[in-house]
């Protein structure tokens, strides 16, 4: 641990389109695009190297473009070009409280971002700037969990910071059974035993093979980034 208390010198966040919904139904929340800036802001003056992979949910899912009869691949790359969107909103929101910040696109789009290469990547953490990694993998069928974890591996991330609205994995779901218990730890194999939804497949066995610590834990209490980065028991962490 450094002297500002940080346990990770580099983590990577995940943070779903939804976490930018606040009460809204569409779009992104101004007031939680603030508040989630602020507590970036704050690990960043920490020393944390933080990048950042976005979801888009709140704009568009490939799932939900598939209902709608669109063809799934094509309704991916519509999923990514959401999270590009947030990715943009972000930075600017980041910009505007100091913070230097860059955004990485794996699809190439390069009037608007730079394009994601990994050793420029991690030049800009090594500049100190924070990283926002837009459009996924840049492949259709791959998730954002998937994306995470990819370049949390790729960018050498001590830990995959999952934010969600949930406080943690829980043994059963704790809205249908308020008495579940909610796990401080659990290895990769018990998750699979249980049958416990942390990330999709692909993403949860790319962790698992590479040893990647993963944090479950609530992106609408504030303050929970800081508290994750300074090593503090919040939601669940999966290890082997
Ligand atoms: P070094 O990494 O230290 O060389 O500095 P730098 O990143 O500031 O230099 P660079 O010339 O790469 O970037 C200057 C500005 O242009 C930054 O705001 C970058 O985000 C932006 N930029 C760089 N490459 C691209 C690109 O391909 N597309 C877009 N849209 N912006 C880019």
Request: aromatic residues 6%.
């Amino acid at each position: 641990m450094s002297d500002s208390g940080i346990q990770y010198k580099r983590i990577l966040l995940k943070l779903s389109g939804e976490a930018l919904l606040g009460k809204k139904e569409f779009g992104i929340d101004q007031q939680v695009l603030h508040s989630i800036a602020e507590e970036l802001r704050e690990i960043h003056s920490l020393g944390v190297e933080v990048a950042i992979v976005i979801g888009g949910g709140n704009i568009f899912r490939g799932v939900a473009g598939e209902r709608l009869g669109i063809n799934r691949a094509r309704a991916d790359y519509m999923g990514m070009l959401a999270t590009l969107i947030n990715a943009l909103a972000l930075q600017d929101t980041l910009e505007k409280k100091g913070v230097p910040v860059r955004t990485m696109s794996a699809l190439e789009i390069i009037e608007i971002a730079e394009t994601y290469v990994r050793e420029k990547a991690l030049r800009h953490l090594e500049k100190g700037r924070m990283l926002i990694l837009a459009c996924g993998t840049g492949n259709p069928f791959f998730t954002t969990d998937t994306a995470s974890t990819l370049r949390a591996l790729e960018l050498q991330a001590e830990i995959l910071m999952k934010a969600t609205k949930v406080d943690g994995i829980y043994e059963r779901d704790p809205i249908q059974d308020p008495t579940a218990k909610k796990f401080e730890e659990i290895t990769y194999d018990e998750v699979l035993q249980r049958n416990l939804k942390v990330m999709d497949a692909t993403a949860f066995s790319l962790a698992k093979d590479n040893g990647l610590p993963i944090l479950i834990f609530n992106i609408l209490n504030y303050g929970n980034i800081k508290k994750a980065v300074l090593g503090e028991k919040i939601g669940t962490i999966v290890r082997l």
